[in-house]
DNA sequence: CTGAAAGCGCTAACAA
DNA sequence: TTGTTAGCGCTTTCAG
């Protein structure tokens, strides 16, 4: 291996100058082009261990995923790894599964290496195990006020489904979520839904599942039963009427199987019901056209994560950022909208709420409905 | 920080006791307690860099990837994650857009860093930038003998593709397939489909688009446009008949794709055309039931490359794998198949393919009803 | 079995 | 500006 001696011995000049050309040191034009010329000659490459020994940083970022089944962290990953390589950091996976010992592991993991930070989308409250030597920003999930936040503003995510599925007409709201229990940032896409039915005196129901009785919505399809008896409790009533007519689904990949079930059963999308996912993703949304969507912001929230790691090493003030922006996507799974006119005339013409007492609002189903009652 | 002297004095022993409890060297069982319950109670943890400097080593394992939009790419990218966690390795995730001066940067980073090996699916050859200090696995990219290749049985799966659509009745057969021009083993697909084809003495055509034409299929839809162009040249006849009753499609995006413009022209499938993707992904194949595909056994090519790449590591011969098993998904694009009998009679009735009515269960709406509709 | 000591390749003081 | 040198924390001889 050809080190910064033999560099220094083929170039006549010491060891510490060759360093400094290599780190932007005072060097005078004349050496600097003989070391130049030897680091050329000999195939000179810096050895970074040894730099990182001297400097106990590297350019590494951890990066903490539960999985990549989820095409959400599949593109949050992929983004990240532009941005950072824009700034000659490199990504060290760790996929958790949502194992918080797996996450401990690989914050210990990142110690050891002399990680410069960790960015991830975590399931446990790691910062216990952090200290101030390790910059660490999260996305999407806030516990609580020591940890570096960013996400979309999921808030005005659910508000904005409420709203686009009230104006295209439906007047029953069901929302549909699957959640980690210690995920403060995503409840938010609830209420901002709630909100928006409550401020519209509009009658809604809500269902929330734990991320680990239908975590397998993203790996397999054995949720896919839990989640189509569910519906069913609410789809329509005994003279197979509609008791929903309106569907916000906390991800798109939810919205997609919500959709199918729902076709199952005969009703039509989005003529009986109407149904919007979260998430916006192209790559998910296979279909042509896509399944309408609360887009994420994806570039903003991955360039966003890393631009508050950097002023974190830098040990620069950073704020936190929970209100990047979304927007509607319309797709198949709504009706059309009108062209957004200058004046826009909302659609809440008082129409009264048919649809007597099957759903209360705030009704709220915090878990799965017993299963036997299917 | 608490370092390895720290440990050695609060232990009463020296540093080459430390290290050796650290690194299962012989060591009294006395001092070993004392040396134990120093590390535990200062809390140290070795620092790779110091050691990777001394053994020119680290546990690092470069992943390069062209991109993560392929839902290929991000299921092998996750077993290979969980195949290296156990073997004590780590990820360094190097996207590369294909693009070849990226994966050299990638490799020679990999060298300043001291990094164990490399994995990959690399559009370059990449080999020219290797040396012995370096060990490589390709995994479905074959360049030239020097590379350790891993990849399932691409002819064996282009041939079951296309005997599959002939004991289903399709005669007139296309290959349709995006190829990087280096990419000698995914061209196998090809080659074993019209090995079926001649051996059959059916008739049959092929379009081969280079992946820089067709890049974007997985990234937006600006490809759909030329795919649809293609497909119409081979569909139907002026008389409106079909001429190709069977396509082969060499990844199951790419057959998503061409079912939805098939499906656009009123053509019906399978009735009228059966379409059999590759690579057989669950994740992709959002719906259900799924595209019909030749599956790709992912977690056995990564296991397998994980294996290669560590037994290079230890010097042993390694010899390369390109036969992993591939096998027939039927889902909804493909007429459907008899159960598998003791002593199946192929279907190669000379029965006329009438596709009597809509009553097969592979009909679908994988495309929303006209918005006219409501 | 244990301890002392010599580096691994580099950076950063400090002297010149 | 340049050269010299002392470590960064660890592993690994090599004596004892």
Redesign the pocket.
Known sequence: ????????RDA?????????V??G????????AKVEASIQKLG????????G????KTDYVVVILPNLSNPFFSLILQQLERSLAGHGKQIVLCLSDGDKEKERRFISLARRNKIDGIIGITYSNIDEYLDDSMAFVSIDRHFHNGIHLVSSNNFEGGRLAASILHQNGSRQLLSFQTLSSLNTEVRKRQQGFEAFCIEKGLSYSSMTFSEDQVKSVYSSFDSRELISRALKLYLTDVAGRPKVDGIFASSDHLAVVICQEIQKTGLRIPEDVQVIGFDGLRTLNQGDPLVSSIEQPVQAIADTAVDMLLRLLQQQPVANVNDLPVRFIEGWSTRPRPAPGPDQVCGDSGEPNRAAGCSVPGEKTQKAPPRSAV
């Open positions: 291996m050809v080190t910064i001696k033999d560099v220094a006549e000049v010491s060891v510490g100058t060759v360093s400094n290599l780190n040191g005072r060097v005078s034009a004349g050496k600097r000179y490459q810096v050895n970074t261990l040894a730099r020994l001297k400097t106990q």
